[in-house]
């Protein structure tokens, strides 16, 4: 299903394209050409879409309600809602800021990894490449930061 839906994302934009590139053809011929190829897009887009629907249909025969559980919700107002359960049962709803959330975040992820590790599973070969950080020094701060790739040192100053 997700290579169906793939595909048809795939012929949309392949259509969109030929067709923002006819109205900038330099002549009559080249328009006819773009529109007739994304006309031909269009009508793959058609036929794969109504194929989509239908496994859809077939996975969930007697329709799909939304999920009134939301876990997390980020808020206009820049924090973040975390819909959990206690021990005991009761709902919960925790208030966090946005630093606060990506904390969270990256801790539980931190977990997940350590977890997965801890079981044998390893994540290294997906993950990218990263650098390694400055050694500490004696004292027990780090050493200078590392500039960039590229960089020829640290950015100017702001007046």
């Not at 011929?29 to 773009?34: G, V």
């Not at 969930?60 to 049962?89: D, K």
């Amino acid at each position: 299903m997700i290579g169906l839906a793939n595909r048809v994302s795939a012929h949309f934009a392949a259509a969109e394209v030929a067709r923002a590139m006819a109205e900038h053809s330099t002549s009559e011929a080249e328009h006819a050409h773009l529109i007739a190829r994304a006309e031909q897009w269009e009508a793959l887009v058609n036929e794969q879409w109504n194929a989509l629907c239908s496994a859809i249909w077939a996975t969930a025969p007697g329709g799909a309600t939304v999920e009134r559980f939301l876990p997390v919700r980020p808020l206009t107002n820049g924090h973040v809602e975390l819909h959990t359960y206690s021990t005991e049962g009761r709902r919960l709803v925790v208030l966090l800021t946005g630093a606060q959330a990506l904390a969270v975040g990256a801790h539980l992820t931190a977990y997940g990894a350590l977890s997965l590790d801890r079981s044998g599973q390893k994540l290294d070969p997906g993950l990218p490449h990263v650098k390694a950080a400055p050694p500490f020094d004696a004292d027990g701060t780090a050493g200078a930061p590392a500039a960039p790739d590229g960089a020829d040192g640290p950015p100017p100053a702001h007046p």
